[in-house]
């Protein structure tokens, strides 16, 4: 393979190799979070030095390495999305419900994921990242870090027009 | 050259998404960005690249369009976290009380909103008053549960 073509394959082979650290470190120490960062930055190293390596093969410039660099960056947070639908989708939740042989009628659903065992669920899950605390019964802000998802979130609504629907995800 | 022909085309697909969607928004968002991307993909043909160049391109371009359409999809309907979050901030340092924040957001027909959604691609439907799997929807779950414990993963939701 010349050294153009593994230019173009660059971002495939860094991303691989993330996807592998990440399969291997999640197995070994159930820290799903901490082996998705693990493989990008492990990616992200191979791709760096996949771009140093194949300058002396192949002619590449500033706009090579941005490409190949933005390119590596949005195959991981494809994969990312994915590996988070797994995570957090209320809607494959309810697949593997379904898939698992029972009989399963709206009733039984709603009373399997009622309200207050879905809110609960995202309220554990942000006081497990430090998102929020609990002092005296309240939950209160620990960190800002996803108020900027949410300031970011609703201007690009406004701008895309996004219609204002229900809570989803 | 690839950077930024792939970098133009999809901020010209951006501005054409801003202004259709200012004339009326598609039922089927997913469908119409795809269909919008793959438009201004074909704006390559333009342009004289090697073949190796078309492929880097190509990586580029629809890895690119993938994000946005995942990032609009995410802001597309308000997640139930950020809700949280956002609730809990108007409250400032005093806070707010468990049963305050599952009265505000009052998910009660989430599940219901899933199994429509579900209904309407196909990976569900009601035999009397039972939810089956499709086709479709037991691929998905099969997809999706190999690669949970591929990746080793736990289940959410």
Avoid at chain 1, 46 to 54: A, E, F, V
Avoid at chain 1, 74 to 95: G, Q, V, Y
Avoid at chain 2, 109 to 123: C, N, P
């Amino acid at each position: 393979m010349n050294g153009e073509w593994l230019l173009s394959f660059s971002p495939i082979i860094s991303l691989m190799v993330a996807v592998f650290a990440q399969i291997i470190l999640s197995h070994q120490s159930k820290k799903i979070g901490q082996s998705i960062v693990f493989g990008v930055l492990l990616g992200l190293f191979i791709q760096i030095g996949l771009l140093c390596l194949l300058r002396k093969y192949t002619p590449i410039n500033w706009q090579d390495d941005c490409a190949e660099l933005l390119t590596f960056f949005s195959l991981c947070f494809c994969f990312w999305a994915f590996l988070n639908l797994n995570l957090t989708s209320l809607r494959i939740r309810l697949l593997h419900e379904l898939n698992s042989g029972l009989q399963l009628t709206t009733e039984n659903l709603l009373q399997k994921y009622s309200p207050t065992e879905l809110i609960k669920r995202r309220i554990d899950r942000l006081k497990l990242s430090g998102q929020i605390k609990q002092e005296n019964n309240n939950w209160i802000l620990n960190s800002r870090k996803l108020l900027i998802f949410v300031y970011v979130s609703s201007f690009l609504r406004n701008v895309l027009m996004v219609n204002r629907g229900g809570n989803g995800n | 050259m690839i950077f930024f022909t792939a970098i133009g085309l999809l901020i010209l697909a951006f501005i054409c998404h801003l202004i259709l969607w200012r004339i009326r928004r598609p039922a089927r968002f997913t469908l119409a960005f795809f269909i919008i991307f793959l438009i201004f993909y074909f704006g390559i043909f333009f342009i004289t690249f090697l073949p190796g160049d078309i492929f880097r391109f190509t990586l580029l371009y629809w890895s690119s369009a993938l994000v946005y359409i995942i990032l609009y999809s995410a802001i597309d309907q308000q997640s139930p976290t950020l809700a949280i979050v956002d609730f809990i901030k108007t409250h400032g340092d005093f806070g707010c009380d468990e049963s305050a924040i599952i009265q505000y957001l009052a998910p009660e027909d989430e599940i219901k909103k899933r199994l429509m959604a579900m209904t309407q691609s196909g990976w569900v439907s009601q035999e009397g008053q039972y939810w089956v799997l499709t086709q479709q929807g037991k691929m998905f779950a099969a997809l999706f549960g190999g690669a949970a414990k591929f990746f080793g993963l736990n289940r959410g939701g």
